[in-house]
């Protein structure tokens, strides 16, 4: 069965705590338990709303949960950054070189801060023991005894009673946490302002307006006619003149120019040599990354305890390798796959040697979808959260070059009512799934829906899911050691467990009801 995709289904569909609004018992989601997964399955699984944590693979109960959570995606391909973001990768440039005096670790937020980087609860799952000798690729092997599934946090790293799970893509920064102040001294009180000069201006004004008188001489400059030309002349000049497009007038070259540049153009500063960006397999563990184990964890556990205040007894070395490097993914390298394969990665980004930050990714046929990110606390003024979905970004984008289908960065879940997942649709161009019909819909047409209603039909009525259409007897299940479509296995058993089976064929789609393989005991 090398090669195939073996999963156990939980009919278990029970409330549980919202980790994005906090409200108890109003979460709702299926899930299975992925004993071993193809790439291709798992980006089709993606692509109707699933997310995995750990080897757990979930799916919002959109139309029930509190917080209904779309998948959304960008085109890598045709982004440009922001305004916004580019200033983001100037100041981590500025900041490689000189760095801000007396940081402290723990004075996180700040403009940068996006939100929490925990993802939503998911229950505590227990599967079966699968005794499925080798059903992977590569040197990736099914686990034969008791496996234990986790809560964890989930998309982007979300917050609250953790589901771990999703990440960065789910939230990439944490939250401000404030800190005592150092010194209980009673400053002197200042004398105010110079009454012999000008009042004070912020700096982004004083740009501004010189900026306005700049185009206002140049404007007089451009339309400098001699007095003798007749008036029927000047006119049709002058009205020539404002004709033009904004892209056209001579002050607005520069600007124009700025705006076609692509994010690869922005991180090619100097500054940037003494970030390294290491991209290491986590499962199955390579040589690298088994090097930089420790590292890696500590990491986390300073992160998690700085930015999301958990107890030190709970930020184990077991629940760091349960969520953020167990994977069910195989390690794939086929014709059209990038040199690196398909699979789970960790992203590391080294500064003068030290690692500072760590996204876990998972490369996809069509996608670089992002898990989590965790980083030193000490270097928040890096904006690391915006930084590496930058840095993802431009992965997507080189990784497509020997990979023509991987197009796309997923970012988790969107939450339109969550402003710490709301910011992932600054990201242009993306789009949501319709949870209805399972298209992609570009952002904009989406947000009108959300603001009358937290679950909304994204896609135009009329629509249908084309990968919709079950016919049950058709699953794949392993049973007794043998594979079986479920109709052999209903006259095998009676058949009680059919609604059940029916729920896990719709939710995954034909496509991979009839190729994943469903274990039942």
Not at 127 to 155: F, I, K, L, M, R
Not at 164 to 188: L, N, Q, Y
Not at 413 to 437: A, R
Request: overall charge neutral.
């Amino acid at each position: 069965m090398s090669g195939r995709s073996i999963v156990e289904w939980f009919a278990e569909h029970e409330a549980y705590r919202c980790g994005y609004c906090g409200t108890a018992d109003t979460n709702f989601s299926h899930g299975m338990w992925a004993h071993t997964m193809t790439c291709q399955d798992y980006q089709d699984l993606i692509d109707r709303g699933w997310r995995r944590s750990g080897k757990y693979v979930y799916k919002p109960t959109m139309d029930q949960t509190c917080c209904p959570q779309y998948t959304i995606k960008c085109a890598a391909l045709q982004f440009r950054p922001s305004r916004s973001q580019k200033k983001v990768i100037k100041k981590v440039a500025k900041l490689l070189v000189n760095p801000p005096t007396g940081s402290k670790s723990g004075e996180l937020g700040g403009p940068d801060s996006q939100g929490p980087s925990m993802v939503e609860d998911v229950p505590d799952r227990q599967p079966s023991n699968v005794d499925v000798p080798q059903v992977s690729s590569g040197e990736t092997q099914v686990s034969t005894g008791a496996q234990q599934a986790t809560t964890g946090a989930t998309d982007v790293k979300d917050s609250g009673s953790k589901v771990e799970g999703e990440s960065h893509a789910d939230v990439k920064e944490g939250g401000a946490s404030s800190e005592p102040s150092s010194s209980s001294k009673v400053p002197r009180p200042g004398k105010g302002p110079d009454p012999t000069k000008p009042p004070c201006k912020k700096a982004k004004l004083l740009r501004k307006q010189r900026k306005q008188e700049k185009e206002a001489s140049r404007q007089v400059a451009e339309m400098s006619i001699p007095v003798l030309i007749p008036v029927h002349v000047y006119t049709f000049l002058l009205t020539s003149c404002y004709a033009q497009t904004p892209q056209s007038l001579p002050w607005k070259k520069e600007r124009t120019e700025d705006t076609q540049k692509s994010i690869e153009d922005y991180l090619k500063d100097e500054a940037f040599s003494r970030l390294e960006l290491r991209l290491v397999r986590s499962e199955p563990k390579s040589e690298e990354f088994s090097r930089t184990r420790m590292e890696s964890y500590e990491l986390y556990k300073k992160y998690q305890i700085a930015v999301h205040k958990d107890e030190p007894d709970k930020c184990t070395m077991k629940q760091w390798t349960r969520f953020l490097v167990d994977s069910p993914l195989q390690e794939e390298h086929k014709p059209g796959t990038p040199a690196c394969g398909n699979g789970s990665f960790h992203q590391q980004y080294w500064l003068d040697g030290k690692l500072i930050a760590v996204g876990v990714l998972d490369v996809l046929p069509n996608c670089v979808s992002s898990v989590y990110l965790y980083y030193d606390p000490d270097y928040y003024y890096l904006s690391l959260g915006t930084y590496s979905a930058l840095r993802e970004i431009a992965l997507t984008r080189q990784l497509h070059e020997t990979a023509p289908r991987l197009e796309f960065y997923y970012m988790g879940f969107y939450i339109h009512t969550c402003p710490k997942m709301k910011y992932k649709g600054n990201y242009d161009p993306s789009f949501l799934v319709c949870p209805e019909v399972y298209s992609w819909v570009p952002i904009e047409k989406c947000r009108p829906k959300l603001d009358a209603s937290n679950y909304a039909r994204l896609e135009d009525p009329g629509k249908v899911d084309e990968n919709g259409n079950i016919d049950v007897d058709r699953v794949l299940v392993l049973y007794e050691q043998q594979l079986m479509p479920y109709a052999i296995y209903r006259a095998l058993t009676g058949g009680s467990d059919e609604d059940d089976v029916r729920l896990y064929a719709t939710l995954a789609g034909r496509t991979c009801a009839e190729r994943i393989i469903l274990f039942r005991n």
